[in-house]
């Protein structure tokens, strides 16, 4: 439908509709007569007609057109009032910008607030005098977001303070006063900025806090992140708990950096009253407060807030982080949120070394226990003990002290880590009272070397200042003390202090054991000895019965213990061949006086009763199970290495290595004595003999070893 709201299209339509008439009243008249006169008569009319008509249709057309643009007009007029009272009263931030040359033509209310200039100055201004972008950035912003087909773009506005501010600007086109205006409507969006990078930067340290492990990786994670979120230069965490007489600087960042291992009084510093209290401090200005530790290190308008770190309901450092313009609420807010994560984070890595630390102190008790079983003395255990005080209690050296009955010191039985000192002269040092003191008490105790001058000034010429001791308790009595000296007693705590009572117990395990163990052994020294004795008394009675053997047995025990080291037996083994050799002819006192004491050659009916005392032997003794592994010589000895011997007519290796080595002896000093039925045979012959019998009657790898032995 043909719009008539404007002049051109009511002009086309008046020239449209005049010719068409013309047109049509043209035919109707020269199809209605061909006379001229009324031809003419009728052209009259239908002109006046035509012209009646048309001004009648125009006078309406003019008429509504006017009425349109009135009442366009006034709709206009009431939209710009609406859109200034709107622009003005609106709390939004609008600007109205000239796009060609970025002029602020106008401004509301809310802008004039938010900018700090008044409405003139920003009519004046250009857009560029307060945004931080040069043109050329600004330009690319709106290229990429008419790119994109955004209306928002981000910008950073200075204010008339000189703050910055991130915004955000929508912008659109509009037609005011005749040209096209650009109207921004802008939003503060700096907090929620602000916002996302605290968060950001929140769960980056999260994520860098669970990959840490130990404390020593934990403290510049947390520090740095920190300073990162808070937009801060320094930064340092002070450890320490209310009831501590200082704190402690574990890592410090910035102009802090240098205060790590310096400690503070509690009692003269605004760190001690937050840690005491349990209020976090926002400190606008460092240099007004005088209780701020070596606050003027920092600028004049330096700032500084803290917050506590807090394990399970207990505080247990604090931290403080600085920068050059004051701290918000906000920022309080973030930082006791970063100290619980700091908290926990810490919390977490103590319990991973606690964890660790009780594994290795395990392991180093496991290490105790076995030197323990393994040592037969004392020494070997207490020497493994005091590595693991070194290695699992941090310290710097170690002294095992035992009580010795009618003595005025202690006595020294162990000793790690002495320079200038010896273990002598501290058990000479230690007072009596002290040691007496360190033995009452069920706990160890600090030996409190301001009371032992002597003491303390030879533990200094190591660098030693503090001590602590535990008592050896056996049966509810105290044999000793485990001594432990320090140059820093920061490693002591409840838990140091019991590992130190178990070691303690276990030293005490390895002295009474070691005690108990050599009384066990002088007692089976004893008890051997007995036995030896026994058996010497069993031979020497054989000897009184056979008379022509008196001295046999003394002499081949001699040598066949001389041929079983040449050999290389055991310490046990010679042990065996010395009580073998010693019972070699027990089996004897089964055989009838009449036969073994005949001073004549035997008949072959008697030789057979003497060729069972071998079996005697080993029928009595082994009944005895201490003499169980001495039965290879008694039983043993005459067997021969052809297999011609008896009583079992072994042959070759078949038979027991010392029953083959007696052999040997035995028939050498059978052959070097006199006896009633012939004289003693020389040196010379005898050895001839053996080396004769070798392969036959002995063992030919043997024989060469005996007569180098013998001389031959």
Known sequence: MISLNSPLRITLLYVVCATAWIWFTDVLLFNMTKDSFLLNGFQHLKGMGFVIFTAMILQGLLVKYQHARDTERHTQQELGDAYRTLFQESYSVMLLVDPDDGTIVDANIAAVRFYGYDLDSLRKMKITAINMLTDEDAHHKAHVTHHQQRNCIRFRHQLATGAVRDVEVYSGPIQMHGRVLFHSIVHDVSERIRREHERNGLLRLASALRQAETKEEILPVLLDQTLAILGSHSAILWRGKPADERAFADLGRGVWAGFQ?????????????????????????????????????????????????????????????????????????????????????????????????????????????????????????????????????????????????????????????????????????????????????????????????LLST??????????????????????????????????????????????????????????????????????????????????????????????????????????????????????????????????????????????????????EVIKHHPVYAYNWLRQISYLQPVLDIPYSHHERWDGQGYPQQLKGEAIPLAARLFTIVDVWDALTSDRPYRAAWSPERTRAYIAEQAGTQFDPALVPVFLRLVGG
């Open 261 to 453: 291992g310096q400690s503070i009084s509690l009692d003269a510093t605004i760190t001690g009253q937050v840690l005491r209290s349990g209020v976090p401090r926002n400190v606008a200005n460092m240099a007004s407060e005088p209780r701020f530790y070596h606050g003027h290190l920092f600028g004049p308008d330096a700032a500084a807030m803290c917050a506590l770190l807090i394990n399970q309901d207990e505080p247990i450092g604090v931290m403080w982080v600085a920068r050059d313009t004051p701290f918000s609420d906000d920022d309080v807010a973030a930082l006791m949120a970063i100290a619980d994560m700091g908290a926990n984070a810490l919390h977490r890595a103590a319990l991973h070394a606690q964890t660790i630390r009780r594994l290795e102190r395990i392991e180093g008790l496991a290490q105790i226990d076995r030197a323990i079983m393994l040592s037969h003395g004392h020494t070997p255990a207490l020497e493994t003990l005091l590595e693991v005080v070194t290695t699992q209690l941090h310290a710097d050296a170690s002294v095992v002290l035992l009580c010795a009955p009618g003595q005025p010191h202690l006595q020294c039985a162990a000793a790690r880590g002495l320079v200038s000192a010896t273990c002598e002269r501290i058990a000479a040092l230690v007072p009596v009272e002290l040691a007496e003191h360190v033995c009452a008490s069920p706990t160890p105790s600090d030996l409190h070397l301001d009371y032992a001058p």
């Open 458 to 607: 030879v533990l200094a010429e190591d660098g030693l200042s503090y001590g602590y001791a535990a008592p050896l308790v056996v049966d509810d009595r105290s044999i000793g003390v485990l001594n432990v000296f320090l140059k820093s007693p920061e490693v002591i705590n409840d838990e140091w202090c019991a590992f130190l009572k178990t070691l303690a117990g276990q030293a005490a395990l390895a002295i009474d054991r070691a005690r108990l163990y050599t009384n066990l052994e002088q007692t089976a020294l004893d008890l051997e000895r007995a036995y030896d004795e026994t058996l010497a008394g069993w031979a020497k009675a054989l000897e009184l019965r056979d008379a022509e053997t008196e001295g046999h047995s003394q002499r081949v025990v001699s040598l066949a213990v001389r041929l079983a080291q040449e050999l290389g037996l055991s310490e046990a083994e010679l042990s065996n061949v010395r009580r073998g050799a010693l019972l070699h002819d027990v089996g004897k006192m089964g055989v009838p006086d009449a036969i073994l004491n005949k001073p004549g050659r035997l008949t072959a009916n008697e030789f």
